[in-house]
């Protein structure tokens, strides 16, 4: 037998250990190769670029910057879960060296091991992501909306990348581990047992310090949410108490929980909690730490995808503008009733009923826009919304330009009780009479309402011979639907004029940008979110399979003291649930937080997204917590008499 063939065969003889090393290390890949296989695709960037140049590259950084995370974090599992399972075969080492092995040809054995499982995982993410290329890319074209689709080609180049980033990750992986295994004693070695760490010293300081630092974090992403705050090391501040915070709550506030739990006889004493409990506190150092780092993990993924669920909603596009299309017209422009008659005609022909409605606006010294009453009805009437009957002498109606504007304005306590309107330098003091709730002026800076004959008084203020502008709003009833009849207009009426005099914006064009947009986001938080949950669940299975000959020999003496087969298979199930749904329930806080904040900066409801997301990766932990706890407990009950 020669040394490779010994190293296969020891990784064969322990395929139940490598196996969610190896699983998780062939989904990293595969995804790695679907990103790779979208980037190099000969059709994707020009079919984006024909919508939007920023488009092409927004996918094209976002692919990047997504495998370098997926690469990066890769290399880190795998470090963590080699490095894991090496911990479990000290007796196998020492065995061998009790044969003759010196500890040069122990290092390669490890070396060889973690390269030909490496290389394997390679070999078998790169086939399953050729077997559903092309359904990846029928996929990718529905979600980013292009409209000829995504044909299948030879990803060579995304196989060469996929392959030589990889095969370099698990060399130096491979590398590391072997380096790390420490060669002692060798009557060390044959009897190491993995030792019960102790139970970990707890600061009730820091375990109030875990909760005021979560409560903290979720302070400020709120603050930064509700007063606009909008600064980047704000959230990033938010989210770091968060994590500092979750960390302290596993390794501390844990601890005390147990210790009560323990001075509570009527719940310490009763039926198998015993055991249980005291097991729990028994391991607690170890799976504090796993218990933080799959909270987070999964927290990440849950906030990632349930974002762009949220964001893809086409609330968004007509929270931001209501109209179809939108046509600005200054006093110079000639050709103003040529192109909103083609627009009718050509709405018409293509079978879409329209409202259209228009106002004229002045605008103020301060940048605000004057808009008078009649006007601001017909607009009103064209999205079929309630119009405001009159507005006294010298008073005047706020119109909200954003979501949060509407929202304070609600409560008249945060309505400013009177506004000076100045144009050309001429000033008028007006009381505010009310606030809308409408948002028929989206983009706008401040607009202003008043009766017709307050805003022809002001406009008389205005410099003489100024031009004037207007702005036509086109009410369209599923006007996602109009991107052939935008097309038609669109080769009638160029969207800008060279001179400035005005400028078509068709929503459609806009909403399909904003669709491929949101589309690169959701492929890409769903396949990195995808992946860091895959890791997170792989810890848990590191956690169990690495303390399973441990808990083999402390059940089978737990046996000796009468508990039956069904007392022992509810103790491992109460650990395992807890293992499972204790970090899945602290990640769905977080990401509920998460959402919270989200739905403060938009108009429609993102429960449903949100929901769908949580409850989709929780029926993933169900099911996954089904078959492990299956086969942990048959494996760990397989001497019990």
Not at 74 to 87: D, G, Q
Not at 205 to 234: C, D, H, M, N, W
Not at 325 to 346: F, G
Request: aromatic residues 14%; charged residues 15%; glycine residues 4%.
């Amino acid at each position: 037998m020669t040394f490779r063939q010994f190293a296969f065969n020891n990784v064969i003889r322990n395929k139940r250990i490598y196996v969610a090393h190896f699983l998780s290390s062939a989904f990293s890949v595969m995804v790695f190769f679907v990103y790779a296989l979208l980037l190099f695709h000969p059709d994707l960037q020009g079919e984006l670029q024909s919508t939007s140049e920023t488009m092409s590259k927004l996918a094209k950084m976002g692919m990047n910057i997504s495998q370098y995370l997926i690469f990066i974090f890769s290399f880190f599992f795998c470090m963590y879960s080699v490095s894991a399972f090496l911990k479990t075969r000290k007796r196998e080492f020492g065995i061998l060296m009790v044969h003759g092995m010196s500890t040069k040809q122990l290092h390669r054995l490890v070396f060889v091991e973690n390269l030909m499982i490496g290389l394997a995982a390679i070999a078998a993410g790169i086939l399953t992501g050729l077997v559903f290329a092309k359904l990846t890319l029928l996929i990718s074209a529905k979600v980013l909306y292009i409209q000829n689709g995504l044909p299948f080609y030879l990803p060579w180049k995304a196989v060469a990348v996929t392959t030589l980033a990889y095969a370099v990750m698990f060399f130096l992986v491979s590398l590391f581990t072997s380096k790390t295994v420490k060669v002692t004693e060798l009557v060390e070695l044959i009897r190491s047992e993995e030792k019960p760490k102790p139970e970990p010293k707890a600061s009730l300081g820091l375990s109030v310090l875990g909760i005021l630092l979560i409560l903290a974090g979720y302070g400020t992403v709120f603050f930064f949410v509700l007063q606009r705050a909008f600064v980047l090391p704000l959230l990033v501040a938010g989210v770091g108490l968060t994590v500092l915070g979750t960390y302290f709550l596993f390794t501390q506030l844990s601890v005390y929980a147990i210790r009560w739990m323990r001075g509570k006889e009527s719940l310490f004493l009763k039926k198998t909690n015993l055991l249980t409990i005291s097991e729990l506190a028994y391991r607690m150092r170890d799976n504090a730490t796993m218990f933080f780092m799959t909270a987070i993990i999964s927290a990440v993924a849950f906030t990632g995808i349930g974002t762009c669920v949220a964001i893809a909603d086409p609330g968004l596009v007509e929270m931001e503008t209501p109209y179809a299309y939108s046509y600005y017209s200054t006093s110079d422009n000639d050709k103003e009733s040529q192109h909103i008659k083609i627009i009718q005609d050509r709405l018409t022909e293509a079978g879409f009923a329209y409202n259209m409605a228009y106002y004229v606006r002045e605008f103020m010294d301060d940048g605000g826009m004057l808009i008078k009453l009649s006007d601001y009805n017909a607009l009103a009437k064209a999205l079929g919304k309630e119009t405001e009957n009159s507005l006294e002498a010298g008073k005047v109606m706020l119109v909200p330009v954003n979501y949060h504007e509407r929202q304070i304005w609600r409560e008249e306590a945060n309505r400013p009780a009177q506004v000076e309107l100045s144009m050309n330098g001429i000033a008028k003091t007006l009381s505010v009479q009310k606030a809308s709730s409408l948002m028929l002026f989206p983009d706008m800076y401040k607009v202003y309402v008043v009766n017709d004959a307050m805003y022809d008084q002001i406009a008389s203020t205005r410099e003489e011979g100024a031009s004037t502008s207007k702005m036509f709003h086109f009410v369209v009833p599923n006007w996602e639907k109009s991107l052939d009849v935008t097309n038609q207009i669109l080769k009638e009426v160029p969207q800008n004029d060279a001179e400035g005099n005005y400028y078509l914006s068709p929503l459609v064009s806009y909403w399909l940008m904003s669709k491929q947009q949101n589309g690169i986001l959701f492929i890409l938080s769903s396949l990195v979110g995808i992946v860091f949950f895959t890791f997170a669940a792989s810890f848990l299975y590191f956690r169990l399979y690495t303390d399973l000959s441990r808990d083999q020999q402390q059940f089978q003496l737990i046996s000796k003291v009468g508990l039956t087969r069904k007392e022992l298979k509810r103790i491992v199930s109460q650990q395992l649930r807890l293992m499972f749904f204790l970090p899945m329930a602290v990640a769905v806080i977080h990401s509920s937080v998460a959402f919270l904040a989200l739905q403060q900066l938009v108009d429609y409801s993102v429960l449903l997204g949100s929901l769908i997301v949580i409850g989709a990766f929780l029926l993933i932990q169900v099911l996954y917590y089904s078959i492990v706890r299956s086969r942990y407990t048959k494996r760990l009950l397989v001497h019990f008499m």
